[in-house]
Nanobody, 121 residues
Framework: QVQLVESGGALVQAGGSLRLSCVASGDTFSNYAMAWFRQAPGKERDGVATISRFGTSAHADSVKDRFTISRDNAKKTVYLQMNSLKPEDTAVYYC???????????????WGQGTQVTVSS
């Protein structure tokens, strides 16, 4: 079992930056691939970025070169650095843990409660 708690969401102007954090507790954090997903009102939950147990990362095309996922296994924390934010990045952002390094929602067993990111134009 893994419990995940996200933080860092806020209201920010377009072009601004935010860093989201997700702290894990319970099972061994380093055993899991981690990912960030987001869900806008009326839309499906989409993968944003994923990072393997060993630190290999991948990002969705829509955020490539703007967002960066990282992890600190000693702190049991995964981060999402978001730069050059756009209004279309507005969504609830969720942290997830699972056995596989992927951006597929169904591959993740454990989810946080989400943190709201709102980007104003």
């Amino acid at each position: 079992q893994v419990q995940l708690v996200e933080s860092g969401g806020a209201l920010v102007q377009a072009g601004g930056s935010l860093r989201l954090s997700c702290v894990a507790s319970g099972d061994t954090f380093s055993n899991y691939a981690m990912a960030w997903f987001r869900q806008a009102p009326g839309k499906e939950r989409d993968g944003v970025a994923t990072i393997s147990r060993f630190g290999t990362s991948a990002h969705a095309d829509s955020v490539k070169d703007r967002f960066t996922i990282s992890r600190d296994n000693a702190k049991k924390t995964v981060y999402l650095q978001m730069n050059s934010l756009k209004p279309e990045d507005t969504a609830v952002y969720y942290c997830a843990a699972g056995p596989s390094y992927t951006l597929t929602v169904q591959s993740y067993n454990y989810w946080g409660q989400g943190t709201q990111v709102t980007v104003s134009s």
